[in-house]
T-cell receptor, first 115, second 115 residues
Framework: AQKVTQAQTEISVVEKEDVTLDCVYETRDTTYYLFWYKQPPSGELVFLIR??????QNEISGRYSWNFQKSTSSFNFTITASQVVDSAVYFCALTSMDSSYKLIFGSGTRLLVRP | EPEVTQTPSHQVTQMGQEVILRCVPI?????FYWYRQILGQKVEFLVSFYNNEISEKSEIFDDQFSVERPDGSNFTLKIRSTKLEDSAMYFCASSEEEALNLEAFFGQGTRLTVV
């Protein structure tokens, strides 16, 4: 069965702090994709990143970085020097043939960045 | 950049009324999806649609729900007799193929409030 766990329900940091959002997934498939989405207060889902299961290289995009570790089935997301505009709910998601290509979302982590 | 468009952005309806949520997928996309997010909860898959028929549906997608592509451009979700618990954000998504490495593009969502 497919499952995505985001154990952190809510995180509060002060602006300029670094923050890491955890994501742990379960799948029997050897080929799968992992995603992160941002949901700001306005409600839309903003795509951040997609990684496939064969590419364990860490990725950096500006203040965002992602650490994919197959050994621990984790795909963690770090925001460096957080800003108030980073305040949102962040969802990790998984898709594979076992899920018939539909996205399986985690429960989300609400990030509050205080000025 | 092409995008998925959903209308209306917010709909309020009385319990027991029928409601139709509309989506215009990206023009060359062939796979269409509806997801639902009850306030404060995770995003959940409802249904996928390809070649004018449902490919897969979740247990949430009961007989009260239906989808259709009436005119080759719109993709609609109909709820026949709304219940209070249908209040949620509904997201439409589309993708070019049913493949792992293709991102499903999400619309901005329709917030449905049943009173």
């Amino acid at each position: 069965a497919q499952k995505v766990t985001q154990a952190q329900t809510e995180i509060s940091v002060v602006e300029k702090e670094d923050v890491t959002l955890d994501c742990v997934y379960e799948t029997r498939d050897t080929t799968y994709y992992l995603f992160w989405y941002k949901q700001p207060p306005s409600g839309e889902l903003v795509f951040l990143i997609r990684r496939n299961s064969f590419d364990e290289q860490n990725e950096i995009s500006g203040r965002y970085s992602w650490n994919f570790q197959k050994s621990t089935s984790s795909f963690n997301f770090t925001i460096t020097a957080s800003q108030v505009v980073d305040s949102a709910v962040y969802f990790c998601a998984l898709t594979s043939m076992d899920s018939s290509y539909k996205l399986i979302f985690g429960s989300g982590t609400r990030l509050l960045v205080r000025p | 950049e092409p995008e998925v468009t959903q209308t209306p952005s917010h709909q309020v309806t009385q319990m027991g009324q029928e409601v139709i949520l509309r989506c215009v997928p990206i023009s060359n996309h062939l796979y269409f999806y509806w997801y639902r997010q009850i306030l404060g909860q995770k995003v959940e898959f409802l249904v996928s649609f390809y070649n004018n028929e449902i490919s897969e549906k979740s247990e949430i997608f009961d007989d009260q729900f239906s989808v259709e592509r009436p005119d080759g451009s719109n993709f609609t979700l109909k709820i026949r007799s709304t219940k209070l618990e249908d209040s949620a954000m509904y997201f439409c998504a589309s993708s070019e193929e049913e493949a792992l490495n293709l991102e499903a593009f999400f619309g901005q969502g329709t917030r449905l409030t049943v009173v």
